[in-house]
């Protein structure tokens, strides 16, 4: 009877763990993300009319073909312009992307709300750029979210002052 009251206790114990992250390959194959927020080392990049103020609409990771497809507005001047970019998945699950210079990103946090990428960019003046996004399945983000953003953004060295909403500016086209 002991045991089997020590039992039922260890597994009421071991269900109230917290649960680990989400390991960002078994995210792939939903696509559908909104771009929450943004952190850049330089806010240029990612200021009104410029190229990083994006407006995720889905990313589709393919382990098959080691490819990753982003699609994505960007505006200048208040005109939504689409991309629709292919990578190439590189070693350490790191993904080579051509746009405005060249980017390589790795999906830094998972969870089935969120993903947390961390891209250092080296534009056509030879200019590196290290940017961070948190992207949602929606334009809710949970508070714990939110906060490993914030985390990881401290971690790349982007300070908390250098971090835009960008789903408040987001007007653009919904897919």
């Known amino acids: 009877m002991k045991s089997l009251l020590l039992s039922l206790v260890l597994g009421l114990v071991c269900a109230q763990e917290p649960q680990p992250e989400q390991d960002p390959f078994e995210v792939r194959g939903m696509g559908k ?28 990771f393919d382990d098959k073909e080691s490819k990753v497809y982003l699609n994505f507005f ?25 746009y405005a210079g060249n980017n390589k990103f790795v999906v830094s946090y998972a969870s089935e709300t969120a993903l947390i990428i961390s891209n250092i960019n080296v534009d056509e003046e030879g200019d590196k750029t290290i940017m961070t996004g948190l992207l949602g399945k929606g334009t809710d983000i949970e508070d714990q979210d939110l906060e490993k953003f914030k985390e990881v953004t401290r971690e790349n060295g982007i300070p908390e002052e250098n971090i835009v909403n960008i789903i408040e500016r987001d007007d653009c086209p919904a897919k």
Do not use: H
Request: proline content about 2%; hydrophobic content about 30%.
């Open 33 to 60: 993300w909104i771009t929450s927020y943004i952190g850049s080392s330089d806010l240029e990049k990612i200021g009104e009319n410029a190229p990083f103020q994006v407006f995720m609409r889905s990313i589709e």
């Open 74 to 98: 960007s505006k200048e001047n208040g005109i939504c312009e689409e991309f629709s970019l292919i990578g190439t998945k590189q070693e350490g699950n790191t993904y080579d992307v051509n």
